[in-house]
T-cell receptor, first 112, second 116 residues
Framework: GQQVMQIPQYQHVQEGEDFTTYCNSS?????IQWYKQRPGGHPVFLIQ?????EVKKQKRLTFQFGEAKKNSSLHITATQTTDVGTYFC????????????FGSGTRLQVQP | ETGVTQTPRHLVMGMTNKKSLKCEQH?????MYWYKQSAKKPLELMFV???????ENNSVPSRFSPECPNSSHLFLHLHTLQPEDSALYLC???????????????FGPGTRLTVL
């Protein structure tokens, strides 16, 4: 079945440093979604990528979809304490069972 | 955010109890979902309802029983749970069924369940 690996599991950075999380799939993806969950909160949708090589930006966040549509990354420039949380990628499962599979998430801690 | 609400927010129950979790979405969406989130585990999809029809059942034990009486409401009936069922149970909805454009998921705040 669909395997989604997300790395790293955890990252601790100093405020102002950059941060990147990666999502890798064993199969070609139709699209990928990214979510953020603050401590004690619930996942909130950030963005969806559909096209091969697509790059989207939201302020300090840059999302990229690989050319082969098997991997994606989320990069945060100059982290702030408000970026603390867990970032999940979500991909569509194999045909026949169409529902999102979430990665294990990357927990980001930002030291002020 | 009040698009998806869940009650109760916290629940403590014994293994012999029967309880129900409720989810309501005010977004006019057509699909609703139940997820389980345990510590140190990824989000686990439990059930998917699309247009009130169950379209996904991820090998969930029968002690969890979902109900979707209409497109705005989703329930999760619980009975004879085990301590390992303690987790955060998240409800979500999406405008379109999974796999369709517009299947972005909107999550509720969750019910923190503790089984003694």
């Amino acid at each position: 079945g669909q395997q989604v690996m997300q790395i790293p599991q955890y990252q601790h950075v100093q405020e102002g440093e950059d941060f990147t999380t990666y999502c890798n799939s064993s199969t070609t993806l139709s699209n990928i979604q990214w979510y953020k969950q603050r401590p004690g909160g619930h996942p909130v949708f950030l963005i969806q990528l559909v096209k091969s090589g697509e790059v989207k930006k939201q302020k300090r966040l840059t999302f990229q979809f690989g050319e082969a549509k098997k991997n994606s990354s989320l990069h945060i420039t100059a982290t702030q304490t408000t970026d603390v949380g867990t970032y999940f990628c979500a991909v569509l499962k194999d045909t026949g069972r169409r529902a999102l599979t979430f990665g294990s998430g990357t927990r980001l801690q930002v030291q002020p | 955010e009040t698009g998806v609400t869940q009650t109760p927010r916290h629940l403590v129950m014994g293994m012999t109890n029967k309880k129900s979790l409720k989810c309501e979405q005010h977004l006019g969406h057509n699909a609703m979902y139940w997820y389980k989130q345990s510590a140190k585990k990824p989000l686990e999809l439990m059930f998917v309802y699309s247009l009130e029809e169950r379209v996904e059942n991820n090998s969930v034990p029968s002690r969890f029983s979902p109900e979707c009486p209409n497109s705005s409401h989703l329930f999760l009936h619980l009975h004879t749970l085990q301590p390992e069922d303690s987790a955060l149970y998240l409800c979500a909805s999406s405008r379109e069924p999974p796999g369709q454009p517009g299947d972005t998921q909107y999550f509720g705040p969750g019910t923190r369940l503790t089984v003694l």
